[in-house]
């Protein structure tokens, strides 16, 4: 996120006492987070008082006889368990400039949904919700980061920012107000939190000086990678693993003319700084010794990265963290969405985040079951480690009973609230009654994988009809990172088939009932997935936004994912 304070050069901080304000705003509001804990159940009460309280005479809030609500067992008589097309019509009525609709005070923007397909949904943002939700797990989120990895925040230059992404002239809602990407929000300026600012944010190619188309997105990624190189990077910010994935793949892409520009000083060929001529030499050295030059080899000093680290990129992170340096530890980001927060890491769990009790009143149910306006709901002291869960909050921002449409796995209880990590989206596939989840395919997945010994840099599939009539049956694109012989591919489907059986009843009764066939593959080019996340960014889809996504029926971009790349 942007700041409203100056940047002085762009590589010293403008404050010299601004990375220990930081530190300390930091580390306080994880302490404030760790002390919540102590009596969880209490700080969900405050939570559904307070939102009660403040939005009680809103639009929604007498439609819904929020003043009788007192306890748990109310709310849930009161506010169905709801999604965002459920929401949509008091959501558009408070982007047309309507007043006092979800909340009481008036959205301040509206952050964009992650989705990549069909219209962009519209949450709004109040000031309420960003200090009384997003602030305190926003500024906790980075506590593992600063305390493991303080050299991180020693240079501006030191963190690169891959989700940073400002804009001059926002797209706006009917009444005018920002929608906009939450990384591309100025929460200095807008929510008078300067400190907000994320590590990375005041680099030097935080604002480029080359002026570019709004959707200009690989332009955008070419320069701020080109600028970079010259810099002593410590720390990859990413959010979306999948951005992660791409820089390698961007150095090699792009090598050529990241190395002649840094010669002869040049920026997407405009003259930007003196010429750097020894950078230039080293950099020609590093590919003639290592033929594929990785980061690592032009940062030797990494130290982390920070992403979210489970669903399908839990399949490829830990070999793409040999690309970023042997001793390089991954973080992971909060378990969050646009709508709200779940979970943020406190420590260096590797995949879990531990549920931001103070965010939002939190229900969950069972992740096998359909969620209805009236599904029954648990607790978090109710919920079991080892079990997938449909996530629903409601909090002051006026999102109430949400389903926001998000499947977590509770890995363990510590410090007295659940660990939660994200197991994928709550969409089926279910085609012959099977009822699908990415979680019970990315499981199916791993077992198979770990079982004959084989990697992958990432997969994808769908549900093909041979002739379109017959059985239907999975077909699976595969990236292997190395080779697999047609021998290895066999075994491997086989042992998928029974770990999907194990996986999900569905499946096991689609498959013995033969309304379902055997799964196929399709092996890809190792880079065929880094390919189609770049076509896709060409079309203007902004990166944050392309994410891995396991589920794909879309013939054409099936198509384009395959076309040519079989091995």
């Known amino acids: 996120m942007t700041t409203s304070e100056p940047l002085g050069d762009g590589r010293s901080w403008p404050d010299p006492e601004r990375v220990g304000r930081y530190r300390a705003r930091v580390f306080a509001e994880r302490d404030r987070l760790r002390a919540a804990f102590t009596d969880p159940g209490a700080q969900q009460r405050r939570v559904l008082a307070d939102l009660l309280a403040f939005n009680a005479d809103t639009a929604y809030g007498r439609a819904h006889d929020f003043g009788r609500v007192r306890t748990l067992d109310d709310w849930r008589k009161a506010v169905p368990v709801q999604d965002y097309s459920a929401l949509a019509p008091w959501i558009e009525r408070a982007a047309a400039g309507e007043d006092n609709v979800l909340t009481a ?53 030191a963190v690169l920012n891959l989700k940073h992404d400002p804009l001059t002239t926002p797209p706006t809602t009917a009444s005018g107000k920002p929608h906009i990407g939450a990384s591309q929000a100025d929460f200095g300026t807008r929510f008078g939190e300067p400190l907000s600012a994320e590590p990375g944010t005041h680099a030097p190619w935080a604002t480029l000086p080359t002026p570019l188309a709004p959707d200009a ?35 090699n892409l792009w090598w050529e003319r990241i190395v002649r520009e840094v010669r002869d000083g040049t920026l997407g060929g405009h003259p930007f700084r003196s010429p750097n001529p020894e950078r230039a030499h080293e950099l020609d050295r590093l590919a003639a010794h290592f033929g594929r030059v990785r980061p690592a080899h032009i940062w030797p000093h990494m130290r982390a990265l920070f992403c979210w680290t489970t669903g399908l990129a839990s399949l490829y992170l830990p070999r793409l963290r040999e690309e970023f340096g042997p001793g390089v530890t991954l973080l992971p980001a909060p378990v969050a969405a646009s709508e709200g927060p779940t979970g943020v890491a406190l420590d260096r769990h590797p995949t879990a985040g531990s549920l931001v009790v103070t965010a939002s009143l939190y229900e969950f149910a069972d992740a096998d079951q359909d969620l209805t306006p009236d599904t029954p709901t648990l607790r978090p002291d109710e919920l079991e480690p080892g079990r997938d869960y449909h996530t629903v909050f409601s909090h002051v921002g006026g999102l109430y ?5 998000d499947v977590v796995r509770v890995v363990d209880h510590e410090d007295g609230v659940p660990r939660l990590e994200y197991t994928g989206r709550s969409t089926l596939s279910n085609v012959a009654g099977e009822r699908l989840r990415d979680a019970h395919v990315l499981r199916a997945l791993t077992t198979a994988l770990t079982a004959g010994g084989l990697e992958l840099r990432n997969a994808a599939c769908r549900v093909v009809t041979p002739d379109h009539h017959g059985t239907p049956a999975y077909q699976f694109a595969l990236a292997p990172a190395i080779p697999w012989s047609d021998a290895e591919t066999d075994v ?14 569905g499946y096991h009764q689609a498959r013995t009932r033969l309304r379902l066939g055997a799964p196929t593959a399709l092996r890809l080019h190792p880079d065929a997935f880094l390919d189609d996340w770049h076509a896709t960014v060409a079309t203007g889809v902004r990166p944050t936004q392309v994410k891995d996504r396991l589920f794909r029926q879309d013939p054409a971009h099936w198509q384009r994912l395959t076309d040519g790349k079989g091995s």
């Open 105 to 157: 005070d008036r959205p301040a923007l509206f952050f964009t949904s992650s989705g990549t397909t069909g219209s962009h949904k519209k949450i709004p943002v109040t000031p309420r919700f960003m200090h009384t939700t997003f602030f305190p797990f926003y500024y906790a989120a980075w506590a593992p980061l600063i305390t493991h990895f303080p050299d991180v925040l020693a240079r501006p230059d």
């Open 217 to 251: 997105h690989l332009d955008k990624t070419y320069l701020r990678l080109r600028m970079a190189v010259e810099s002593d990077i410590r720390c990859i910010i990413g959010i979306n693993p999948a951005m992660v994935a791409a820089l390698p793949h961007q150095l």
């Open 401 to 405: 009973r949400y389903a926001v449409g």
């Open 492 to 505: 491997f489907l086989t042992r998928l088939d029974h770990a999907l059986a194990r996986e999900s009843p």
